[in-house]
């Protein structure tokens, strides 16, 4: 399946997202990607190879899964840490732009579930983890129509998260 | 003075790229119902495919949330703020996964 945007995402925050999944196994981890869109991102700083229209993550904000009942197959955030996540983002001039979660002892691939709770627009990225250490990252887009998630690459930069 | 309702980031591609919009209404419902009347593509978004709103869709009325006020039928006076705020939910463990769209084995949850 084509990819057809790119995420943008320094090696320390992606290490801390695996990280993140690891700290929480066998439940899963969440937590905020603070960035900038596409259309904050000048022209001049996206490398020739990269993919368009492309999306930056500068900063994560983890959370505590708030699923007690069932946190070893889901997650949720509350509407006030989706407010608490905009607030902090909004103190540095990023914005959420999506979300990331671990899978642990699954594939880094949306779930059903998944998909029927997604929000449009929104970046989501999965980690695997088995037994303890994490794997395969992976993130997607909900389509327009709700009727699955596109898969959306990961670019790996080197430059320092502000 | 209308009612303003908040449009979150990851809708206003569905909105005309704007954050916000202006309704006469007296009630919530109708002003999500003049919302989703004039940017079509936000209602599946918004509500299910029997009309109810989604269950991760969080309406408040200035920073009442109306799911302890009178749900959709919570009125509304002129210069009031509707706030739609998502709340984020997935997991691994749904009875099948969708790695069958992406011709992966088909795996069921463990509980």
Not at chain 2, 70 to 73: F, G, L, V
């Given at each position: 399946m084509a990819e057809t945007s790119a995420l943008w995402i320094n090696g320390p925050i992606a290490e801390q997202i695996r990280a993140h999944g690891a700290e929480t196994y066998p439940h899963e981890c969440c937590g905020a990607l603070l960035g900038r869109d596409s259309t904050a991102?000048?022209?001049?700083?996206?490398?020739?190879?990269?993919?368009?229209p492309a999306r930056e993550i500068l900063q994560l904000f983890p959370l505590v899964n708030?699923?007690?009942?069932?946190?070893r197959n889901r997650f949720s955030v509350t509407a006030q840490d989706v407010l608490e996540a905009e607030k902090a983002a909004g103190a540095q001039?990023?914005?959420?732009?999506g979300w990331y979660h671990s899978h642990p002892d699954h594939p880094a691939r949306p779930s059903e579930y998944d998909r029927d709770h997604a929000w449009p627009w929104y970046s989501y990225i999965i980690v695997s983890v088995q037994n303890g250490a994490p794997q395969d990252m992976t993130s997607w887009r909900l389509n327009d129509d709700r009727a699955e998630f596109s898969p959306e690459g990961i670019e790996i930069r080197h430059r320092a998260a502000v | 003075m209308p009612v303003k309702v908040m449009i979150p980031s990851p809708l206003r591609p569905y909105a005309g790229k704007r954050d916000s919009a202006e309704f006469s209404a007296r009630t919530v419902g109708e002003a999500l119902g003049h919302l989703t009347t004039e940017f079509g593509e936000l209602r599946k978004h918004l509500f299910t495919e029997d009309g109810k709103l989604r269950s991760f869709v969080n309406v408040y009325v200035n920073d009442e949330d109306i799911r302890y006020l009178?749900?959709?039928?919570t009125p509304t006076k002129d210069g009031d703020t509707i706030s739609i705020i998502p709340s984020i939910a997935g997991g691994c463990?749904?009875?099948?996964?969708?790695?069958r769209l992406y011709g992966m084995t088909n795996e069921r949850a463990r509980d």
């Open positions: 991102v000048p022209e001049i700083n996206r490398g020739k190879d990269a993919l368009a708030r699923r007690d009942d069932s946190p001039g990023l914005e959420v732009v | 009178a749900k959709e039928n463990g749904s009875l099948y996964c969708s790695c």
